[in-house]
């Protein structure tokens, strides 16, 4: 061994941030079990590393007794006097027992302990990278797909983007790029594994961050989400300032900003809708497009309500396949039962429950 370790270590920790205290000791570790697997030998050895000249030295040590039992183990007293007069029973005296060719299997093992702590290294700060990233927005490349993820390359580190994660009908051409929601990030055996999402109602919230200035510095709040993604979304928000109008301000001149998020998703359409205290006026709103004539909540069960609507607004209010009313069920949290005016002391009705 040589300066020339010394130098590499004092390299490892300015460039990659690895205390050289952790690799020595490591390598000290690496090194006593080579010594002792490479020449039979099982008694008790350190290994000590010069980080000054690089030098490396084998000891044996032996504990000072009365009368020898094992000579791998044990030194006499008398013999202990001869070395130092200042040795006592129960002491330990290291003697060196490095052999002539050691430095090839410590230069191998060396490496090997370096390698393997600059991998730990660079996964640990990949890791602790993306954890930061975990329920936030990035923009990535897709590199490939087969029949269960989409791999989009983060920098760094390669995501996964499972099919229920995917947007149905959209297409992942490699070398697209394209922004993703950091699900999450698990510190894996085989390294830091995250996991993507086109889907998560929390893509939808960190775009509207990005395209709307007031969501971002909290001025209008996003209270709730509700997604049939690559479909149709609802977002419910408010204002914490009173001459501001939440949906007018979500939406932009023109819709011009909402505008730009559907067309990040894919076609998505949107319905941003203002969110009140008053619940039946939020059922109300939550189930635009559609006129809403009164919203009666049943008196057994606190989240569930009648909305009766108008007889032509009957299927607007449900919408196709029953998607309106799903929606706004999902966003409100309450289970709507939703009934024209012809109906309402009827029997048939159309129930739709927040199945979150």
């Keep these: 061994m040589s300066k020339e370790l010394v130098s590499a270590l004092n390299s490892l920790e300015e460039d990659k941030g690895i205390k050289k205290e952790i690799i020595i000791e490591a390598l000290e570790a690496?090194?006593?079990s080579a010594y002792k697997r490479n020449y039979s030998q099982a008694q008790n050895v350190e290994v000590e590393f010069d980080d000054k000249k690089g030098n490396i030295h084998v000891y044996a040590v032996k504990?000072?007794?009365e009368e020898v039992v094992d000579s791998r183990l044990e030194v006499s007293i008398k013999d202990a006097l001869e070395l130092n007069k200042g040795y006592e029973l129960d002491d330990e005296i290291k003697f060196e027992v490095t052999p002539k060719n050691f430095g090839r299997i410590a230069a191998q093992t060396a490496k090997q302990v370096i390698m393997q702590r600059v991998r730990e290294a660079e996964r640990t700060m990949v890791y602790n990278k993306f954890s930061k990233y975990q329920d936030e927005l990035i923009t990535g490349e897709v590199e490939?797909?087969?029949?269960?993820f989409v791999y989009v390359d983060l920098g760094q580190v390669e995501a996964v983007m499972p099919v229920s994660d995917q947007i149905p009908g959209e297409i992942y051409r490699p070398q697209d790029k394209v922004k993703v929601y950091v699900n999450k990030v698990e510190d894996a055996t085989k390294g830091p594994q995250v996991f993507v999402s086109r889907t998560a109602p929390g893509l939808l919230k960190r775009l509207f961050e990005e395209e709307v200035p007031e969501i971002y510095d909290g001025t209008v709040e996003i209270v709730s989400i509700a997604r049939e993604s690559?479909?149709?979304a609802k977002v419910s928000v408010r204002s914490n300032n009173a001459d501001i109008?939440?949906?007018?301000?979500t939406v932009g001149t023109r819709g011009q900003r909402v505008q730009t998020i559907v067309n990040e998703l894919s076609g998505e359409n949107m319905d941003v809708v203002e969110w009140t205290d008053d619940?039946?006026?939020y059922i109300?709103?939550?189930l635009n497009p559609s006129e809403v004539v009164d919203v009666i909540f049943d008196s057994e069960n606190e989240r569930a309500c009648t909305v009766i609507v108008p007889d032509y607004q009957l299927s607007l209010a449900i919408g196709k396949k029953g998607q309106n009313a799903r929606l706004a069920a999902k966003l409100t949290g309450y289970k709507i039962d939703i009934k024209?005016?012809?109906e309402v002391s009827g029997d048939s009705s159309d129930i739709i429950e927040d199945n979150e």
């Design 230 to 232: 690559g479909d149709r």
């Design 340 to 342: 024209s005016e012809s």
């Design 63 to 65: 504990k000072v007794v």
């Design 30 to 32: 690496a090194l006593t």
């Design 144 to 148: 490939r797909q087969d029949g269960h």
């Design 284 to 286: 109300a709103n939550a």
């Design 245 to 249: 109008d939440p949906v007018g301000t």
């Design 279 to 281: 619940n039946a006026q």
